[in-house]
């Protein structure tokens, strides 16, 4: 069993209260160090729980707060440019239903939930450096304020500083060749299909939407952009601007997804950032430093997975950390989520090569789409991703810890 009694988790936004919710269940007191001085309310646009996801908070008691909160999603109906349905993809049977909930609402949620177990969360502790002192890690923060816990836990995104600390030499995010938009509008009179996303692969660019109860359809864009951008430099051209790029893009495309943007205001406008990943991280953890969500493993937004595997993690690092020593706890963590984890970036990879098809490549993933979804993507396939159970009765031993083989990844893009 290990030592641990204190630890600092670092980063306050989906990963760090799930994480500080498992660490109190096998009696780690955690304190959760957010670098923002206030709450994240109102900010983000949409994301997904999978019923992996589900599972995860379901071992917590903590999975009926997100239900609270989300829009079940059972369904994904895929549409061609020229309105044409590709296929349908439905949530494997016999597990809990797909939510599609806003950020800002399930950042609420969970921050509500972990305060409501006595978590503490303290804003403004912006980490800049950390240092191994004997039996401990002590944390420096921008405010000349300190702290010290027996172990520190990175879970601030995918530009993790705790990773730099982990890792110097760790790499950059990986651009994914698409700029993400969304937000919410007024319904322009589409009827509500029962909790079906329709993803789009228009002859230009990918669209999707969710036509809600309330009125409402909830809608992102992924805009092909060979060159990398930033979040900053996109948020510096207008409003404006980016709504009539959008418009342009599917003025050709036989979709609702024209009628949606005229709706579209220009407050209403999310310029969510470029689409980006982290296809592997050579080092997870250094000492009484680990990395847990994103700060690990940043799958880009087309997986559906981001929240999902960030909720898995914090909780089987809780279950190492409860059976192993600090040193093979981590080992055990990581040969536990590595091969997943990449698994699912590289099949997000894919994905958004096809969301930016060019005209030829475009014309053969229309005409093949079917055959795949037909047999590939049939639910009982992606049983390996969504019935994903987290057994946390079950002993973690030595065993796992020793066979951990690490990767050598290629640096770089």
């Not at 990773?163 to 509008?185: C, H, I, K, M, Q």
């Amino acid at each position: 069993m290990t030592d641990v009694r204190t630890a600092l988790v670092i980063g306050g936004g989906i990963a760090g209260p799930v994480t500080a919710m498992a660490l109190q269940r096998i009696g780690v007191e955690a304190t959760v160090c957010e670098a923002y001085d206030s709450t994240a309310d109102g900010v983000g646009a949409a994301l997904t729980i999978a019923p992996n996801g589900l599972n995860a908070l379901r071992v917590l008691d903590a999975d009926e707060a997100v239900r609270a909160v989300g829009i079940p999603t059972p369904r994904i109906v895929l549409q061609s440019g020229t309105g044409k349905v590709l296929g349908e993809v439905d949530d494997p049977p016999g597990l809990p239903t797909s939510l599609t909930v806003s950020r800002a609402d399930l950042y609420r949620a969970l921050h509500e939930e972990a305060t409501g177990r006595a978590v503490r969360v303290e804003h403004g502790r912006r980490l800049v450096s950390a240092e191994e002192t004997g039996d401990g890690v002590t944390a420096h923060f921008a405010d000349g304020s300190t702290a010290r816990a027996d172990i520190l836990i990175g879970a601030d995104g995918i530009r993790s500083t705790v990773r730099s600390l982990v890792d110097p030499d760790a790499p950059e995010p990986r651009y994914g060749g698409l700029l993400n938009f969304g937000g919410w509008t007024a319904n322009p009179g589409l009827a509500a299909p029962g909790g079906a996303w329709h993803m789009v692969f228009g002859r230009r660019a990918f669209f999707g939407y969710l036509v809600q109860d309330d009125g409402r359809v909830m809608w992102f864009s992924n805009l092909p952009s060979r060159d990398p951008v930033t979040r900053a430099q996109m948020q510096a051209t207008p409003p404006r601007e980016w709504l009539r790029r959008l418009r342009e893009t599917y003025a050709d495309d036989d979709t609702p997804a024209t009628r949606i943007l005229q709706r579209v205001s220009e407050e209403e406008l999310l310029i969510v950032g470029p689409v980006e990943d982290m296809p592997t991280v050579p080092r997870w953890h250094r000492g009484r430093i680990v990395l847990v969500g994103d700060a690990a493993h940043a799958t880009s937004p087309s997986s559906g997975q981001g929240a999902s595997l960030a909720i898995e993690s914090a909780v089987e690092l809780a279950r190492c950390l409860r059976d192993l020593p600090v040193a093979e706890a981590f080992d055990a963590y990581e040969g536990l989520r590595r091969a997943r984890v990449e698994r699912v970036i590289a099949n997000a990879a894919r994905t958004n090569s096809n969301k930016a098809a060019g005209p030829v490549a475009r014309v053969l993933r229309d005409l093949l789409l079917p055959v795949v979804l037909k047999h590939m993507l049939k639910p009982e396939k992606q049983t390996w991703l969504y019935a994903h159970r987290i057994d946390w009765d079950a002993p973690v031993t030595a065993d796992v810890a020793s066979a951990v083989r690490f990767v050598t990844p290629t640096r770089g893009h």
